[in-house]
Structures are given as C-alpha cells and as structure tokens.
C-alpha cells in the first residue's frame, strides 16, 4: 500500500492508545503536535458512549452530528494556526447550562421537550475556546439531590463497584451524569453546578477532580436557577490541570449576571506545580463529626501528612458554627428554590397539563411535572417564607450565615491559607438506599462537609486521595480565600501527585 | 415548630402543586423532619449580627438604561405549549 507515513503513523498511535484515556493537556499536545485529530478524538469518544451509556445512563442526550461537525472547525482552525485554548477538546454538559437548540431540562419532567434559543454564558465561553459539545449530562432534578437518583432520566450508575461486588452505587449528586462521564472516560471534562456540594461530592464519589469556585467567578446567566444566593458552575476533570485549564475557559466577567465580579480570570494552570513550602493549612475541629467512618479520618490525617511532607505548616483552626451550615442550608436553598420555580407555570415553555381554569392548570401542570425531592423543597420554601414565619426561619438562617462567613474570615485573618477538610461523610452509596429514601435529613448529611463553603461563597476542590477498605474512591476537600482558586489548584496537586491518579474496572 | 395537615395543604395551593390526601398525609410528615431538623438554628445567637444579603460585599452594577435586545418575538414563543400569533394561550381568565 502506498500510505502516506504520517497517516501510517496515526493509525498506529491509535490503536497504541485509547484516545479517551488521554487528558486535556495530553490531548491537547497530541492536537496541536497533529498526532490525532479532533474528529478521531470525538469519534472515540462518540464510540465509548454509544458502548456505555445503556448500563451507565450518564448522558440524556448525545448530540454526534453537533459533535461532528464542532469537531471538524476545530481541525480546520488548527490547520490555519488559530487553535483555542481547548480546541477539538470533547466535553459533557450537565443539562442544567442552556445550550441553543439543544435538549435543556434540568432533568425534570415540567421542561418537558424544551429547547432554548439561547446559549449560556459558561458554554458559550467553551465554545469560543474551541471545545466540542458530546451531549447533555444526567443530574438530579433541577440540581435537588446527592445521589443522581431524583432525575426524571433515572439514576446513573457509578463506574466504581466495591471490590469483588456487581452491586450499583450512586456516583453522587447533583452533578452524577458530569462525574460518571468523566470517571469512565466518556468525555475528556464535564461541565457542573455546586449548590451545596453537588460538584465535590460527585467528584468524590467517583475518583476524579472537582471545583466550586468562589460564588461570582463563573456567570450564572443562562443556567438554570435553583438558589441563586449558591448557585456556582465549576469543571469535573481527570486531573488537577484538567480542572485548571477548563476552570480558565468556563471563567468569566459577564454583563449579564449583576453577580459576576469584576476580577480578570487568572491563568490557574500556572498554579498546577507550584511549591506550598510555607503555607498555612487549617484544620478544623468541627469537621471530626460523630459516627464518621475510621477511614474518613486516617484520609484526613495521611492528607495532613502530605502537605506537611511539601513544606507547608499545619494549624488547629476552629469553625465554631459548622453544624449550623446544613440546617440554615435547608431554609436558605429551598426558599431561594421556590421563587426561582414559580416560573414553571404550563404557559411560556414545557409541560401543561389542561385543567378547569388557571389555577387548575397551574396545580396540575406542577403536580404532573415535579418529581418528589423538588416538590418536598418547594413546599418548604413556601412554608418559610410564608406570612408570620419569615423571620423565624429565612432571617434567622441568613442571620447565622453571615457568623458562618465571619468564622471563615477570622481564620483567614489569623493567616490561614487553605483549609483541609474530608470531602464527604462516606464512600459511594447504593442506588436505591432505603435507609436513605425514608429520611431525607439523612441524604441531606451528604453535603455536610461542602455546604458551608457555598453558605460562605469560598471556592472549594475535591481531590481524590485514596480508596476505602472496599476498594471505593475517597476525596479530600481544600478550601480558599475568596478568589484565590490558584492556592486551591497548587496545594490539591501536591496531594494528586501524594496520592496517585484513580480509575475503575472496567465492566459496564 | 410543626405543620398540621391543613396547613400542607395551604402551603400546597399556595405553591400551585396540586396534592392527594395520601400525598399530603405524606408530605406532612417529611415536612416535620426537616422543619425538626432545622430547629436548632433557633438555639444561636444572633443578636446584633446582620443577615446576609450578599456573599461577595460588592455594590450593585449598574447599566445604561437603553434597549439593547427585542425583536424576538417567535423566539419568545418557540417554547410554549400552546401559542397563536405570537401570543401564550391559557384558559379563560375573565368571565
């Protein structure tokens, strides 16, 4: 055969390797070297999906022709020299970012068959940059939930299986569909949203790389509200860098979002490599809660051991209103959720259910298009905002935010750098729990470690750093100063390179 | 505090969610749960402390107060379940 060597070459660097396996920055060298093309890069992944999204259920929807043909501008403009900063780059999006014409839901019901003519802010800067849209990603119904179970597209398996066991675990929530995908190499980044922790525990739950930022850093226009006052969109990557260089593109300053603060967006991969000699740590007390996994502590305490070892000093800190983050949490988010939900009313988009007049339509309409954990938090929001009870509850919460704020504040000011916290209370759970489905408090304790920073608006990272007795991925938490994700990228990249890189067997 | 069957069913209607005796019989116990749990707020200490307004101490952005979108009216409605002319139809409101 008369091949060109190049392509003779190609086709041997293919069947070499995986190109699903590669990460961003990897892929992004072998793009830019042109060792691959963008449109093999999303062919494999387009193959891994088609494979894996029957037993995984990580997508609602794959959008190949959109995929294809984002794929094919981003070889011609690698062709001309004029690449983005994740040019040919394949990503999930969770289906809460609006994304034209494309399947945007929430994953409920009441959007049934919606579409919007308008794309988000945060996707449409991933697209500036070149990236190439997979599909929409599985979550818990408008972000409500911590195990991906309350989605109207059914739970998501986690890629993660306990050693020697076929049972199916969560992958977290809200953001499940975002971190399965990434743990199980069906797109090289997802796009997520964290309002109580539904970034970092996800990321936990499934070995890979989480980030919050602080509360304004990604404009919120054009994601779908669920409590405006938490609401924060963030990458779940492979690795540390990944989530940098994605955390860069998604990152922006947006007339549009009054929200958005008015700082340039640093080049966060240059924080992946740096040394933290000299850095102060903080640990704070509060976070040893009772009846918390033996693990969950030896975690912590190797952690501690591994910022040490990289020349950082460690300190006793402590948070005195913790416990009072996730009670304040559930006034907060379902009051905030059930002004934003009042939207969904049968008339400008999604589901209608006919009634006998308005109201009618609009009980029914809701009743009919609302899963249970949706309703549950809207019915509580009502309840607390309603006449008579608003200062007891919602002044009373947001009251004992601001001393949540202030301990954060006061460590901070005593010269703290970054706190070092588990990441969540266990490893990944079963679907269908029945000791979690009886008692929605005990789900909600998921968060208990996360929610205090979105009560705060502290940036926060979920880095995987080891596995439990039953071979589950376990996370660790760091969390910065206002605007300082770099002290977060460079600290969790000491405890990435401390602990390794995890994957799962592959047996779906 | 707890809530009595009436009042979820009140909170139901005034949420626009329309509710079985079964579910409300259900809700109201749930509902207990979480309002039981958020209780011990009641036990801090606020006095003097403001309540949050705003995570990132920032003044409001203003804009310039001109038209700088419109014009889409079939964007607008693309969505709708039931539309005419550019219009959302629902059912009679006034008799």
Redesign the interface.
């Known amino acids: 055969m008369d091949e060109p060597p190049a392509l003779r070459d190609r086709e041997k660097i293919r069947t070499m390797t995986d190109l699903t396996r590669l990460t961003i920055a990897e892929a992004r060298e072998k793009l830019g070297a042109k060792e691959i093309t963008a449109v093999e890069l999303t062919e494999a992944y387009l193959s891994a999906i088609d494979a894996a999204n029957g037993a995984l259920n990580a997508y609602v929807t794959v959008t190949p022709e959109k995929a294809r043909d984002m794929a094919k501008a981003s070889d011609a403009r690698i062709a001309e020299g004029k690449a983005g900063a994740l040019e040919g780059i394949p990503l999930g999006i969770k289906d809460l970012f609006g994304t034209r014409d494309v399947h945007t839901q929430a994953c409920s019901h009441i959007l049934d ?5 308008y794309e988000s802010t945060v996707t449409q800067n991933l697209w500036n940059d070149g990236a190439v849209m997979l599909g929409k990603l599985n979550m818990d119904e408008f972000a409500m939930g911590s195990s991906n179970e309350t989605s109207y597209y059914g739970a998501v398996k986690n890629p993660w299986r306990a050693n020697g066991s076929n049972f199916d675990l969560v992958p977290g929530g809200s953001s499940g569909g975002s971190a399965a995908a990434v743990a199980a190499f069906l797109c090289a980044g997802a796009t997520a949203t964290d309002t109580g922790g539904s970034i970092r525990q996800p990321a936990a739950f499934t070995g890979t790389v989480g980030i919050k930022p ?3 850093r990604c404009s919120r226009w054009g994601v779908v509200a669920f409590a405006s ?1 938490l609401d924060q969109a963030g990458p779940i990557a492979r690795d540390v860098r990944d989530a940098a260089i994605l955390l860069k593109s998604m990152a922006s300053v947006d ?1 549009k979002d ?2 958005s ?2 700082l340039p967006v640093p080049d966060y991969e240059k924080a992946v490599g740096q040394s933290i000699k000299g850095m102060k740590i903080g640990i704070p007390r509060e976070y040893r809660v009772d009846g918390m996994p033996e693990e969950i502590e030896a975690l912590w305490q190797q952690g501690i051991a591994w910022l040490k070892e990289a020349g950082a000093e460690i300190v006793d800190i402590s948070l005195p ?1 913790t ?2 983050a996730l ?2 949490y ?2 907060v988010a379902p009051a905030e959720a ?1 002004s934003n939900l ?1 939207r969904y ?8 259910v ?11 309409t ?2 009919a298009g ?1 899963g249970k954990e949706v ?2 938090r ?3 929001g ?2 607390v905002l ?1 006449a008579g ?1 608003y200062d ?2 919602y ?9 949540i ?1 202030r301990d954060f504040e006061l460590a901070f000011d005593a010269g703290v750098d970054a706190i070092l916290t588990p990441a969540t209370p266990s490893s990944a759970f079963g679907i269908a729990d029945e000791d979690l489905a009886s ?3 005990k789900m ?1 304790l998921n968060d208990i470690f996360t929610v205090t920073v979105n009560m ?2 502290l940036p926060g990272i979920a880095v995987p750093a080891g596995l439990d007795h039953k071979g589950l991925p376990l996370g660790l938490q760091l969390i910065g100063k ?1 605007f300082e994700e770099e002290t977060l990228f460079k600290t969790a990249h000491v405890i990435e390179k401390a602990a390794g890189r995890f994957s799962p067997q592959k047996w779906w | ?1 707890s ?1 009595d069957l009436a ?2 069913k009140r ?9 079985s005796e079964e579910e409300a019989q259900r ?1 109201m116990g ?2 207990n ?3 039981g ?6 036990e ?1 200490d ?1 006095s003097g ?8 101490p ?1 003044a ?2 203003e ?1 310039d107060d001109v038209v700088t979108d419109g014009s ?1 009216a079939d ?1 607008v ?6 539309s005419d002319r550019n219009f ?1 139809l ?4 006034v008799e």
């Open positions: 068959g919606f579409k919007p003519k602080t509360y304004g006052s007339a009054t929200t603060v008015d209103h416990k009072y009670p304040a559930y006034i059930s009042a009313d049968g008339v400008r988009y999604g589901l209608r006919d009634g006998k007049d308005i109201v009618d339509m609009y009980e029914k809701r009743a609302f309703k549950r809207i019915m509580i009502t309840y309603s009870y007891a509850y002044l009373q919460a947001q009251k004992v935010r601001t001393l704020k008692d929605p408090v909600y705060a608006g206002p | 505090m809530v009042t979820v909170v139901a209607h005034l949420a626009r969610i329309a509710v809700m749930e509902l749960g979480i309002l749990f958020v209780e011990q707020l009641g801090v606020v402390v403001e309540p949050m307004t705003s995570v990132m920032m409001m952005k804009r889409k964007d409605v693309a969505n709708a379940p039931v959302f629902v059912p009679k409101v």
